[in-house]
């Protein structure tokens, strides 16, 4: 297992990134506004998941990165609502 650092770039509204992990997931969001970054424990060894839920202005830009490598990026929606998911 290794400690990675899961970010997101984003200047107004609000986020909640959960990471899954293979076999056990605690339903406990690693990142949440209004923090931007959170340390999160990933196995390379196994399949993870993430997804999140983003609300803010439309057409704000957002990117989540974990360490140097980008998980997701876009604009938030026309309704003010972006949500995603997607395999680390």
């Known amino acids: 297992m290794r400690e990675r650092t899961l970010n997101i770039d984003m ?3 609000n986020w ?4 899954i992990n293979e076999h056990d997931d605690n ?16 196995h ?5 998941g ?3 839920s983003i609300t803010g202005k439309a057409n704000s830009p ?6 140097d490598t980008v ?3 876009g604009k938030i929606s026309a ?5 995603g998911r997607g395999v680390i």
């Open 50 to 52: 993430f997804e999140y």
């Open 27 to 42: 339903g406990v969001y690693e990142l949440v506004s209004p923090a931007k970054s959170a340390p999160v424990h990933i």
């Open 62 to 67: 957002f990117t989540i990165r974990l360490d």
């Open 71 to 73: 998980l997701a990026e």
């Open 16 to 19: 909640m990134v959960n990471i």
């Open 79 to 83: 309704s003010g609502i972006s949500r």
């Open 44 to 48: 390379d060894e196994h399949l993870s």
């Open 11 to 13: 200047d107004h509204g």
